[in-house]
């Protein structure tokens, strides 16, 4: 199998393989396989090789948004190399059209985009993770998101490579909606040119946001980012914070005593202390404020014990395999994957 798909991948392909370093918060277990294939070409072709040996998939980006369970991950983890696709720039007038793999940093979205004198994207700065990520996540801050740059996504499945209208992936707050196992390839963005005032402001605004960063959130220590999407006019911090859970600890890990939507990794944690912190924090805000925190955090693979109940409209599984749960879908047969906060 591991032969097969290594030739169809033209690139890396390996068995067992440890996803905890893959990840921000370093935690879970590993992949059957692990699948870098070279090109979008490829990619279909890895992707016809595990669909017709029913081994399901998996797309994992930088892993900056995502806890992997402590059993791993049954089937293929598809990951996407910085030079999988290349770039491309278009002029458009008072915009410029620009276009990156889905494996390339979101760092990259930023210096491509200044490189054209692009601005409005200064959101983008302090945003770990990659392409992939930004738009299966549309990721961003209350300043930006990927929506509003977004032209078209391609994706690739079994059947081929095809290019999706934004429109169509029904992006909102930390929501995108892709085809069933499909895995983004490309993304096609407009960014508008700017002054140079307006560059200038950009690179202020992107400094002060990640300085903003450094001073509030425990990034000398692993970590997924915010484990909550915010409620409705509220911040999920502030409420872990009022449930009086601020620093609380389980195992290695723990919710940060310098941000409360955080959860950090002191050495050695498990995906289940993790989960444990995540089930405890929504249960007490629960209990205290009536407020039902969603996670942000994508639950990845096989969990041991078990996700707890409430957290299962949040397990993604590998495409393919039996114990498929797709977000909260009702239907697993639907066509489209709902991935929703
Ligand atoms: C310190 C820190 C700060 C953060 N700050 C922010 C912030 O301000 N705003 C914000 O929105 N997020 C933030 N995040 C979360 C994270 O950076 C974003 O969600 C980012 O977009 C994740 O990208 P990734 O490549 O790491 O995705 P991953 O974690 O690898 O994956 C996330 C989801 O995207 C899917 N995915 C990834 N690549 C593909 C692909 N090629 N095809 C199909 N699906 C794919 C995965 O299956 C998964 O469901 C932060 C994280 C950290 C650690």
């Not at 190399?81 to 990259?108: K, M, N, S, W």
């Not at 992107?206 to 000398?220: C, E, G, S």
């Not at 909550?228 to 009022?242: K, M, S, T, Y």
């Not at 014990?305 to 590998?318: F, Q």
């Amino acid at each position: 199998m591991i032969a097969e798909i290594r030739r169809a991948a033209r690139g890396e392909a390996l068995e067992n393989v440890a996803l905890a370093p893959r990840t921000s918060v370093r935690v879970g277990g590993p992949a059957r396989f692990f699948v870098r294939p070279r090109d979008p070409p490829a990619l279909v072709e890895v992707l016809e090789v595990l669909s017709g040996a029913a081994v399901g998939w998996i797309s994992l980006g930088g892993g900056a948004n995502t806890i992997v369970g402590d059993r791993g991950v049954a089937g293929a983890v598809l990951r996407l190399a910085q030079d999988f696709a290349a770039e491309e720039v278009e002029e458009a007038g008072d915009h410029v059209v620009i276009t990156l793999g889905a494996g390339a940093p979101i760092a990259r979205f930023l210096s491509l985009a200044k490189e054209q004198r692009g601005v409005g994207v200064a959101w983008s700065a302090g945003i770990p993770g990659t392409v992939g990520g930004l738009v299966a996540m549309n990721a961003g801050t209350p300043a930006g998101c990927m929506a509003d740059h977004l032209i078209a996504a391609e994706v690739a499945t079994p059947d081929g490579l095809r290019w999706i209208p934004a429109a169509d992936l029904h992006l909102s707050y930390r929501h995108c909606e892709l085809p069933r196992g499909a895995v983004l390839t490309r993304a096609r963005c407009r960014i508008r040119r700017g002054t140079d005032a307006e560059i200038l402001e950009q690179q202020r605004a992107a400094k002060a946001d990640v300085d903003k960063r450094r001073a509030t959130q425990p990034l000398t220590l692993p970590n997924s980012g915010s484990v909550f999407v915010n409620p409705p006019g509220d911040f999920a911090g502030r409420l872990i914070e009022q449930a009086g859970l601020k620093g609380f600890r389980k195992g290695g890990a723990q919710i940060s005593d310098k941000h409360a939507n955080f959860i950090v990794n002191l050495g050695g944690a498990r995906a289940s202390d993790v989960i444990d912190l995540i089930a405890k924090a929504r249960a007490s805000v629960l209990e205290k404020t009536g407020v039902e925190l969603k996670p942000e955090v994508r639950l990845f693979g096989d969990f041991d014990p078990p996700l707890p109940k409430e957290l299962e409209p949040h397990h993604v599984a590998p495409v393919g395999l039996a114990q498929q749960t797709f977000g909260d879908l009702p239907d697993p047969k639907k066509t489209f994957l709902r991935v929703n906060p």
